[in-house]
């Protein structure tokens, strides 16, 4: 991949390039008509397993992955990691589709690297959104299943000692990420704290820059573990 030109997804018309990744034939060929017909997006291909998503996608190089949770030979949290996980040279933006009798499964998605999450009842619209929020390098972390499920969850995340002394944020800044934690979308933390939007995402960019952390949701993840929420 060395000395390709870098190109923007859905910039100067080069469409988002989306593996669709589902065990079940009528979701994966339902979300490969949605999506194919969408004159901003190309199906770069479409598999049955995390193993074949991991295999397909090093010779495709898409810019989103769809990825379903469940499924044979390697799951889609493994292939998550494998396709975006820490340590991953060239990591691909996943996103996983999942439903609420397999939430479980979603925060273990998000630590493996997973840059955003629906649930497969999400109407063809919100899941066009969020490839178009993924593949522009945003995190998409709806705020009412991240109250549902981050915070169902949170039980087994272990808080690290030191607490918030060992956190290089300002005050301000830690009340910006503990309102994300929580699931607000910056609209939300904008009325609570009477600032502009603008400011939020001045105050999320450096938070993200400050723990190095790439997106929204390893900002929540980061909130839990270092229990700045219960």
Known sequence: MSGAPVREPGAGGAPVRVLVCDDQMLVRTGLVTIIGAQPDMEVTGECADGRAAVDLAAKVRPDVVVMDVRMPVLDGIEATRLLAGSGVRDPVKVLVVTTFNLDEYVYEALRAGASGFLL???????????????????????????????????????????????????????????????????????????????TVKTFVSRILSKLHLRDRVQAVVYAYRRGLVN
């Open 120 to 198: 497969k009842d999400a109407p063809p619209d919100r899941l066009l959104h969020g490839i178009r929020t993924v593949a522009s390098g945003a995190a998409l972390l709806d705020p009412e299943v991240t109250r549902q499920l981050v915070g169902r969850y949170a039980s087994r995340i272990r808080p690290s000692d030191g607490g918030d002394r060992e956190i290089p944020l300002t005050p301000r800044e830690l009340e910006v990420l503990r309102l994300i934690a929580d699931g607000l979308s910056n609209s939300e933390i904008a009325a609570a704290l009477v600032i502009s939007q603008e």
